[in-house]
């Protein structure tokens, strides 16, 4: 997860990550704060500056919203239970911004209040190893790989990808044109030797920067890493500087017959659902060089 996008207070006392800003395109590095935000949250200016483009909160149409809402069901209570969530024109509720706030312009991180229980939700399930982490909304899956892919992919450049892999990543790099390197898999998916073996003997022009993997139910073979595969890649990837592009759509889906850890690994904040998944890659991370592609 990208260092600059909204990081938990939960974090702090861990190590910090690895600087792997080698890694980005040279487009993409040293990006600095738009001087055109910064100038336009200045309380001190005494004007009303229109360059922004910003709608004034008394044009937004739309004063209140109520809406019934089912709430997440478990095993210890399988019927879904309904509460009243109430949105107000200027006034925020316990849980969430107000309208003027959620019909106005946002930054590129996403709503605060769900940015809140996204960190909250990863702290909880895959808790990384390092600090300053953080979290930012997509548009989905398939969205956040073409916005990911750029960072390490220019036109003509290659990334890792298991060799039957996710149609749409493949419709992703093709508009990007970046070509897709396959890796052989086996019944774990993506083989460890198979990826150092290839790093060891690319004899393209550029190196790959990432690999791009499905570790949970990959589509579309179905496969499910194990625990010591999924360290195995890892090791990998460190070994060959790469970043890992983890796309877990269906984490919590495991079946019975998944491979599942000792609950050791987990501790006792965990709850028994949490603790027989295998864990994912993001939770085995201590560089840095993970983004998960989660929803």
């Keep these: 997860m990208p260092p600059n996008a909204t990081s938990p207070d939960a974090s702090t006392a861990l190590p910090m990550p690895k600087d792997l800003s080698e890694l980005f395109v040279p487009s993409m590095r040293g990006h600095l704060k738009s001087a055109f935000k910064s100038v336009m949250g200045n309380?001190?200016?005494?004007?009303?500056?229109?360059?922004?483009?910003?709608?004034?909160?008394?044009?937004?149409?739309?004063?209140?919203?109520r809406a019934t809402v089912k709430s997440p069901s478990s095993p210890s209570a399988p019927h879904s239970r309904e509460s009243t969530l109430d949105l107000e024109k200027s006034c925020r509720s316990q849980s969430t911004?107000?309208?003027?706030?959620?019909?106005q312009y946002g930054d590129g991180c996403g709503i605060d209040s769900y940015c809140t229980f996204l960190r909250k939700y990863t702290q909880r399930v895959h808790r990384p190893r390092y600090a300053n982490w953080g979290v930012i909304a997509s548009c989905g899956n398939t969205d956040a790989i073409g916005k990911t892919v750029s960072l390490f992919c220019e036109p003509g450049d290659s990334i890792l990808v298991d060799r039957w892999t996710f149609p749409g990543a493949l419709s992703?790099?093709?508009?990007?044109?970046?070509?897709?390197?396959?890796?052989?898999?086996?019944?774990?998916?993506?083989?460890?030797?198979a990826l150092d073996s290839i790093c060891q003997t690319w004899s393209g022009s550029t190196p790959p920067r990432a690999i791009y993997l499905v570790p949970t139910g990959q589509n579309p073979t179905g496969t499910t890493m194990t625990l010591a595969r999924r360290k195995a890649i890892y090791s990998v990837a460190q070994k060959r500087n790469l970043a890992i592009?983890?796309?877990?759509?269906?984490?919590?889906?495991?079946?019975?017959?998944?491979?599942?850890?000792?609950?050791?690994?987990?501790?006792?904040?965990?709850?028994?659902?949490?603790?027989?998944?295998?864990?994912?890659l993001l939770?085995?991370?201590?560089?840095?060089?993970?983004i998960r592609l989660d929803s």
């Design 43 to 65: 309380p001190t200016l005494a004007m009303i500056n229109m360059a922004g483009g910003v709608p004034h909160p008394s044009t937004f149409p739309i004063t209140h919203l």
């Design 97 to 103: 911004e107000s309208l003027d706030e959620l019909l």
């Design 245 to 280: 592009i983890e796309d877990d759509p269906y984490y919590f889906l495991q079946l019975p017959s998944a491979p599942l850890p000792s609950h050791s690994l987990r501790g006792a904040e965990h709850s028994d659902q949490v603790q027989d998944l295998v864990p994912s």
């Design 283 to 290: 939770s085995l991370d201590t560089d840095g060089r993970v």
């Design 172 to 193: 992703s790099l093709a508009s990007a044109k970046v070509l897709p390197a396959p890796v052989p898999m086996d019944d774990e998916g993506m083989i460890p030797e």
